[in-house]
């Protein structure tokens, strides 16, 4: 699938003002190891041949992570190809051409979801930042923060998920899991993650936040 630029993307993409969404997304394409990425979800994607031809890998992938970074559901995205161009422009997609649709893009999220492929994705970025030098090992600060959920959440057996917990922080009660992270004292970016029901105590999941090679390390 080519990419060729519109009369109405290459206008745009000639405007010498940039906002704020675009000088954001200059930076994730310069920063992020797409090829790298790419290889990791290569083995488990579908083949030209087989079926109707699919969208290029790359640009899923760019669409699921913009999907993540500004918390769209599948059809918001789906709008803000056709509506934005900063972000069409990002995914390598013009209008000229078929755009995926809401079903396609939750298709490519169910597939890394089947081959727990977020969390190779997550460790090829911390790797290729740390060999570029752009996150550093001297040190790192952990927190912790409750995702909440409604307490009427049940899953399929029409039970309370038991991976969900109940938690009183201050006077107020929350229901839900607890986000453990691990954030390079330099950079600021998040080298490790654990998740957890929110009952369970910060500290518990120390060692699982740590790298090994740290000076230093901060808890909130």
Known sequence: MSHQLTFADSEFSSKRRQTRKEIFL???EQILPWQNMVEVIEPFYPKAGNGRRPYPLETMLRIHCMQHWYNLSDGAMEDALYEIAS?????????????PDRTTIMNFRHLLE??????????????WLAEAGVMMTQ????????????????????QRDPEMHQTKKGNQWHFGMKAHIGVDAKSGLTHSLVTTAANEHDLNQLGNLLHGEEQFVSAD
């Open 114 to 127: 089947q081959h727990q492929l977020a969390r190779q994705l997550f460790k090829t970025i911390n790797r």
């Open 26 to 28: 200059s930076r994730m």
């Open 87 to 99: 972000m069409r422009l990002f995914a390598r997609l013009s209008l000229d051409s078929a755009l």
């Open 139 to 158: 040190g790192t600060l952990v927190d912790a923060t409750i995702i909440e959920a409604p307490s009427s959440t049940k899953n399929k057996e029409q």
